[in-house]
């Protein structure tokens, strides 16, 4: 673990327990981020800053859903920033964050947004100077920030898939199209869900009904409320557009199989009385008077094909292959 105290506007880093000990006796500012579990973690939750033992469960318990308890001594948030994107799913990371009246103990195993902030506040301790509300809300701020990238991604996927639906639905690509698009919809499911989530811990914290927040402050955390709402709207309205390309790729799908089934149904159509008439004198009949003439075989080929051009013919017609018109008008 490694603690940020700020005493008399100058900022120290530590990793010394004891020191920590005194820090929090003396009621300095300080802020501690945890790493990973640990015997001085552990003395430090428990024992100094006196956490209840399911806070202290849930911050080491990395599988918690977002949400927000409001006990008597600290505010207690769970929150999840994006690691990290790729193809079948968001890679997500629990965020734990315990708001004091003068101190902040987060649980950022991945350094997500700790690592941006703890630089910052090395460089200038203005956020901590104004108070633990304000260093909360940069930690907030900063794990919204990662997900902006993630939905620009998503526009210039959903713009491939739309240009891939059209290229390749009812080809033997089409499968793989079909993967990515379910596949997507289920990233943006993922991503609403946990917007959803995080913006209704959002709007508490900025309510002004948290003791630990300051009326100051509410401006601060309206805005990454605000934040999280556009991303949920972006969600919605990309989860939209890939269902309308899903219902356009099995339409296309649909529509080229189609033109398969016509043209295999024109070829049985054509082959059908092709091959009565063949089977008609493939008979083993002795007296067949057409089979003695001397013009017969050229004449029965000329009836196949006679008969193959009137079913084509009558099928353009009737407007089912090659675009004929004059379906519409009969119809």
Known sequence: MQARILEDNKLRTTTDLAEIRTAFAAGLRIWVDLERKSADADTLLADVVKLHPLTIEDIWHDRSRPKIDDFDEYLYVIIHGIGAANHDKLQTVEIDVVIGPNWLIT???AGLVSDDVGTELDHSPRVMARGIAWLAHALLDRAVDRYLPVVDEFDADIDQLENDVLDYAGTPRGRT???????????????RRMSIHQREILLRLSRGEIDEIPTEALPFYRDVYDHFQRINDIAESHRDLVTSALDAFLSVQSNRMNEVMKTLTLTSTVMLPLTFIAGVYGMNFEHMPELKWLWGYPAVLGVMLAVATGIVLWFRHRGWVGGGGAAHKNE
């Open 107 to 109: 649980h950022d195993p």
């Open 177 to 191: 199209v079909m993967l990515r698009i379910l596949a997507f919809k289920r990233r943006l499911q993922e991503l």
